[in-house]
């Protein structure tokens, strides 16, 4: 992916979807780095997304994006019934790391 110009967004979320674990595994490690500059796009994603690997991915990369109008988002998935995405959302409020995160997830024991 390095050897062309940068994919839009929604080329990186379309390859994301891929039956080929090669092309999506590159669109969300290009998407990595880069998670702060798309994190609207990230989110509009996220509430669209069907597929729960996606949509796993989708959080991870919110999370990485370390912004505070994700906070609502993150909390939401925290104490989701899903355990992943319960995962993906403890792991982003940590990384988020604001004194509204931390407060969330001594509340709810989320240590």
Same mark, same amino acid.
């Given at each position: 992916?390095?050897?062309?110009?940068?994919?839009?967004?929604? +080329?990186?979320? !379309?390859?994301?979807?891929?039956?080929? %674990?090669?092309?999506?595994?590159?669109?969300?490690?290009?998407? *990595? $780095?880069?998670?702060?500059?798309? +994190?609207?796009?990230?989110?509009? %994603?996220?509430?669209?997304? =069907? !597929?729960?690997? +996606?949509?796993?991915? *989708?959080?991870? *990369?919110?999370?990485? #994006?370390? #912004?505070?109008? %994700?906070?609502?988002?993150?909390? =939401?998935?925290? +104490?989701?019934?899903?355990?992943?995405?319960? !995962?993906?959302?403890?792991?982003?409020? =940590? =990384?988020?790391?604001? $004194?509204?995160?931390?407060?969330?997830?001594?509340?709810?024991?989320?240590?």
């Amino acid at each position: 992916m390095s050897s062309r110009q940068d994919p839009s967004f929604q +080329v990186l979320l !379309s390859e994301m979807r891929s039956r080929d %674990a090669l092309k999506a595994e590159d669109a969300f490690h290009f998407l *990595l $780095p880069r998670a702060g500059e798309n +994190v609207d796009a990230l989110i509009q %994603a996220f509430d669209t997304e =069907k !597929s729960r690997s +996606v949509r796993c991915w *989708l959080l991870e *990369l919110i999370g990485e #994006a370390r #912004a505070e109008r %994700a906070f609502d988002m993150l909390c =939401k998935n925290a +104490v989701a019934d899903d355990e992943a995405l319960r !995962s993906w959302g403890i792991r982003g409020l =940590k =990384k988020l790391d604001t $004194p509204a995160a931390r407060s969330f997830l001594w509340e709810h024991g989320l240590r």
